[in-house]
């Protein structure tokens, strides 16, 4: 099953996510297809993020958790 989230964000944060999204995808194309969840759009991006984020409870001690739960920890949220 496949769960929908609206999150509300600003201009400037839309079109920041649209840059990165467009930058990841030069990335995988530059490593010919290496990069892990292929070409991203900014939905794309989040729910990749999203999903490193549930890392942190489902797969404690992962890199994923280990990088995800410094960023946190960056913003002040242990976990």
Same mark, same amino acid.
């Given at each position: 099953?496949? !769960?929908?989230?609206?999150?509300?964000? +600003?201009?400037?944060?839309?079109?920041?996510?649209?840059?990165?999204?467009?930058?990841?995808?030069?990335?995988? !194309?530059?490593? %010919? #297809?290496? /990069?892990? $969840? *292929?070409?991203?759009?900014? +939905? !794309?991006?989040?729910?990749?993020?999203?999903?490193?984020? *549930? @890392? @942190?409870?489902?797969?404690? #001690?992962?890199?994923? %958790? /280990?990088?995800? /739960?410094?960023?946190?920890?960056? $913003? #002040?949220?242990? @976990?």
């Amino acid at each position: 099953m496949v !769960k929908r989230i609206s999150i509300e964000i +600003s201009d400037t944060t839309a079109a920041n996510l649209r840059e990165h999204a467009t930058r990841c995808t030069q990335s995988h !194309k530059l490593r %010919e #297809g290496f /990069a892990s $969840h *292929g070409e991203l759009t900014p +939905s !794309k991006l989040l729910a990749m993020l999203a999903e490193d984020a *549930g @890392v @942190v409870i489902s797969r404690p #001690g992962s890199w994923e %958790e /280990a990088n995800l /739960a410094q960023v946190l920890l960056s $913003h #002040g949220y242990e @976990v």
